[in-house]
């Protein structure tokens, strides 16, 4: 099976994988693991959906991602404001976005999510 019929697949189930993927897509593939599970939350909020997902279920969920070779985890030095040296921190990419992304941007709760977004963004400019 093909990269973007996985996630299309994935995407389609509504997991907690698919929330996961729809976040990297909006940071242009890549996050923090210390800012995703929040970035997720506050995903899901914005949608109304009523889900919450813990730091373990996203951990799970980005293992499965990973095992699948959809995206890669790779430790690294995040730097934060006021912290020398910055911190350590994990940083969870999308492998092969160009593959991925067109797929993801399709994706009917990611598009409502933007189209949401967007309202909220021209409301605050007005």
């Known amino acids: 099976m093909s990269l973007a019929r996985t996630v299309r697949d994935i995407l389609r189930e509504d997991r907690v994988e698919g929330d996961i993927l729809r976040v990297l897509a909006m940071g242009l593939g890549s996050i923090w ?3 995703l599970v929040q970035e997720v939350n506050a995903f899901n909020s ?6 919450s997902y ?3 279920e996203v951990l799970k969920a980005i293992r499965n991602l990973e095992r699948m070779g959809i995206i890669e985890v790779r430790e690294a030095i995040k730097a934060v404001f006021g912290e020398a040296g910055g911190v350590k921190d994990y940083l969870v990419s999308i492998k092969n976005l160009t593959e991925i992304l067109p797929v993801i941007v399709t994706d009917r709760k990611y598009v409502r ?11 605050l400019t007005e």
């Open 46 to 51: 914005s949608l109304g959906t009523g889900r």
């Open 113 to 123: 999510y933007k189209l949401l977004l967007r309202e909220h963004l021209k409301n």
């Open 33 to 35: 693991f210390s800012e």
């Open 54 to 56: 813990s730091p373990n």
